[in-house]
T-cell receptor, first 111, second 111 residues
Framework: AQSVAQPEDQVNVAEGNPLTVKCTYSVSGNPYLFWYVQYPNRGLQFLLKYITGDNLVKGSYGFEAEFNKSQTSFHLKKPSALVSDSALYFCAVRGYNDMRFGAGTRLTVKP | DTGVSQDPRHKITKRGQNVTFRCDPISEHNRLYWYRQTLGQGPEFLTYFQNEAQLEKSRLLSDRFSAERPKGSFSTLEIQRTEQGDSAMYLC?????????FGPGTRLLVL
């Protein structure tokens, strides 16, 4: 069965520093991987996806993610964090008829 | 704003009452999904429609839950005889490709 794991509940970074939010996946077949962000009392906003092609995927708000098949990872990155990036981040994998989400990682960017 | 709308945004009800939520997807999207999200967790799949046909239901969707998409456009999710354990955020998503676009959610509190 398709699944993702987010090993960190919480990530803290200083504004201006690079950030990484980790995600590993377990799939049969080719993975369709996604990152979403959720602000308080809001739905999920799509950031980026990997379907096929380049391992480095660029998305919204300056975020990017690197697909690594050998490590079964799809970590979310940003070169320079902003305070406004503080939110809950979810990694997801496309299942047969649904989307399977990780438990989420709370990112806090401090000024 | 993703273009997916949900109504109401918040609902407080007493245990045993019935509640109904509505989702209006992006108009050209033929697939519509319902998810439930509890505090500190990622969204969990409930059910999925392709046009007006309900193609899959999660085992999370007990007999008290029913969903419809009568004309292949908007969808409703009804919970009968609500229980305190039904308290959660109910999210709707729509797509015509691989990427699901989420509405803002309906937060349900069962007292």
């Amino acid at each position: 069965a398709q699944s993702v794991a987010q090993p960190e509940d919480q990530v803290n970074v200083a504004e201006g520093n690079p950030l990484t939010v980790k995600c590993t996946y377990s799939v049969s077949g080719n993975p369709y991987l996604f990152w979403y962000v959720q602000y308080p009392n809001r739905g999920l906003q799509f950031l980026l996806k990997y379907i096929t092609g380049d391992n480095l995927v660029k998305g919204s708000y300056g975020f990017e993610a690197e697909f690594n098949k050998s490590q079964t990872s799809f970590h979310l990155k940003k070169p320079s964090a902003l305070v406004s990036d503080s939110a809950l981040y979810f990694c997801a994998v496309r299942g047969y008829n649904d989307m399977r989400f990780g438990a989420g990682t709370r990112l806090t960017v401090k000024p | 704003d993703t273009g997916v709308s949900q109504d109401p945004r918040h609902k407080i009800t007493k245990r045993g009452q019935n509640v109904t939520f509505r989702c209006d997807p992006i108009s050209e999207h033929n697939r519509l999904y319902w998810y439930r999200q509890t505090l500190g967790q990622g969204p969990e799949f409930l059910t999925y429609f392709q046009n007006e046909a309900q193609l899959e239901k999660s085992r999370l969707l007990s007999d008290r839950f029913s969903a419809e998409r009568p004309k292949g456009s908007f969808s409703t999710l009804e919970i009968q005889r609500t229980e305190q354990g039904d308290s959660a955020m109910y999210l709707c998503a729509s797509t015509s490709t691989q990427t699901q676009y989420f509405g803002p959610g309906t937060r349900l509190l069962v007292l």
